[in-house]
């Protein structure tokens, strides 16, 4: 091994910081550099509309990070996270002022949808009954690094013909496993579409059903948590082991360039014009703003082109409130659920989909909605409340913020009459001040590029990469564009960091 004990992680967000932690856990000299003025990147809080009230900047919501055995290792809560666990997840309202809400708890979520749809429960029962004890090795299949031969072929044991059933729903649409697992019933189908929005791809895309689903099946197995007091908890806490570990972790500090001397990594070069050396660097950084950091011939021409054609998918446009009252909602499950999915039925949920796909803001944007403070006090004060919002736009768009604004706070009027009148302030975040504000949201695209199949698994971004090592000795990535994806879930640093240890002959640390 090298005595260059020297590493550099590009990007302070869930997946740099846990990558360093490993790194230097393993005795490795760490610095993580950071664009932005504080660590974090998409994992952070802000009190964005008046003070005293804590805004989750882009993550809202942590399903994945619970399950994610990255995390559960690191055990945040010793550093003081609290999760809060709502019982009533999310709500799905429709026009006629009826809702279908999906519970933690299985007969709650089976009675709602039998309410809504009769039937519709018992399908659900018999589909969520048969994985659940399933849902940690499935998740565990689907984060962790590729291919996942040990969890396939248990999975595979374990469901039997069914597996085969569930690998075809999940590769296909949520709109097609939906009308399969209901029968053809539409409202509970867009209940399950509205959760496959988090991923931005439209209900009728392939490789949808694959979120739907594990979305839904998790808020069973984990829940849909969120940190007392902000994402930025997470980073808080990611951020306190780092330290101790001996990372420094410099804000403020843009990489412009990867340094390539004799045919390898030498470090990197920030915008001031600073030299730092490492003998290894770790880019945590979405693939376009990567393909810029390289010189041409750094790769391979055709992982180059590969690069720089990566598709990212349509922009999440954000809206923050700080509410004088709770959001007052027609249909009583939006009253208590920790999420909201705003968008009616199916043919509502394609839509604006399908138009943010095609370049058009949508007349009836779909929304996520979060209201942390109707179980976490911390975020507001006394009696007053958040409300996390964002729509699916494309990245650029010919009408104004306050149109789209317009837009998202007339679909919030029609599901809940009389929001406009809580309203205290509020923040808008449009594409462009996302990427200017993180340089890896390409676009504001959530998820570090789109989720379509062929940017999926050993194509995300290529098969050369998906494994995190590089062609150029010293590089190595990770990030959302990278498998697994985007999430806060931080499996793609510690994979990367343990390819980089296996490079190094070095032992990587292990709970
Ligand atoms: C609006 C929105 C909602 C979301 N909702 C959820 C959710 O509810 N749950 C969930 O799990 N996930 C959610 N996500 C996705 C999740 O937040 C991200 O996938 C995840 O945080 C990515 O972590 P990362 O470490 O790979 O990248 P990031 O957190 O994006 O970190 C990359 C870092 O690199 C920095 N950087 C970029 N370029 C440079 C450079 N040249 N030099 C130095 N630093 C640089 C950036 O500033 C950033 O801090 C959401 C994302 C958005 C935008």
Not at 191 to 207: E, I, V
Not at 406 to 421: H, K, N, T, V
Not at 449 to 478: K, M, N, W
Request: hydrophobic share 45%; net charge neutral; charged share 20%.
């Amino acid at each position: 091994m090298s005595r260059d004990r020297r590493a550099i992680v590009v990007g302070a967000g869930s997946n740099g910081l846990v990558c360093a932690i490993h790194l230097a856990r393993a005795g490795l000299d760490v610095t993580v550099l950071e664009h932005s003025p504080r660590p974090g990147g998409a994992c952070s809080s802000v009190e964005a509309t008046l003070p005293g009230f804590v805004h989750d900047h882009c993550a809202g919501f942590n399903p994945m990070t619970v399950a994610s055995p990255a995390i559960g290792e690191l055990n945040l809560e010793a550093e003081g996270l609290r999760w809060v666990h709502p019982e009533m997840i999310m709500a799905h309202p429709f026009e006629d002022g009826m809702a279908i809400a999906l519970h933690h708890g299985l007969d709650a979520t089976v009675a709602s949808l039998d309410a809504a749809a009769p039937g519709a429960g018992r399908a659900w029962r018999q589909l969520i009954e048969q994985y659940l004890p399933h849902a940690q090795r499935l998740v565990e299949a689907v984060l962790g690094p590729l291919p996942p031969v040990g969890a396939a072929i248990v999975l595979a044991a374990a469901l039997r013909r069914d597996a085969l059933l569930l690998a075809r729903r999940m590769a296909g649409s949520v709109e097609a496993f939906g009308l399969d697992v209901f029968d053809g019933a539409a409202g509970p189908t867009a209940w399950m579409a509205g959760s496959a929005q988090h991923s931005g791809l439209p209900p009728s895309t392939a490789g949808s059903g694959a979120f739907g689903f594990l979305l839904q099946l998790v808020a069973h197995s984990h829940g849909w948590p969120f940190p007392a007091g902000g994402q930025g908890r997470i980073a808080d806490a990611l951020l306190a082991i780092a330290t101790r570990e001996g990372v420094r972790v410099r804000c403020g500090a843009h990489v412009d360039r990867v340094l390539v001397r004799g045919g390898r990594v030498a470090g990197v070069v920030l915008r001031s014009g600073e030299e730092i050396a490492a003998r290894d660097v770790v880019t945590t950084i979405s693939a376009r703003p990567l393909l810029a950091l390289l010189p041409d011939d750094a790769l391979p021409r055709r992982l180059m082109r590969r690069l720089r054609i990566w598709r990212y998918a349509t922009a999440a446009f954000k809206i923050d409130y700080a509410l004088r009252a709770p959001v007052p909602w027609t249909a009583p499950e939006g009253r208590e659920a920790a999420v909201v999915h705003v968008a009616g039925g199916l043919p509502e949920l394609a839509a604006a989909a399908e138009a943010g796909a095609r370049g058009e803001v949508p007349e009836r944007p779909a929304l996520v909605v979060g209201q942390h403070t109707l179980q976490d006090g911390t975020r507001a004060p006394a009696g007053q409340h958040t409300l996390y919002c964002y729509a699916h736009v494309p990245a650029r768009y010919a009408c104004g913020d306050d149109d789209i604004a317009a837009r998202i706070e007339s679909q919030l009027e029609r599901f809940a009459p009389g929001f406009s009148e809580s309203i205290l302030a509020r923040a808008i975040r449009n594409p462009r001040q996302t990427e200017e504000e993180n340089p890896s949201l390409v676009g504001g695209d959530l998820a570090g590029g789109s989720y379509e199949l062929d940017q999926q698994l050993i194509f995300r971004p290529a098969p050369e990469l998906c494994r995190h090592r590089t062609p150029l000795h010293g590089l190595y990535v990770t990030g959302a564009s990278v498998h697994p994806g985007g999430a806060v879930h931080g499996m793609g640093g510690r994979s990367a960091a343990r390819t980089l240890l296996a490079d190094r002959r070095l032992r990587p640390w292990r709970a």
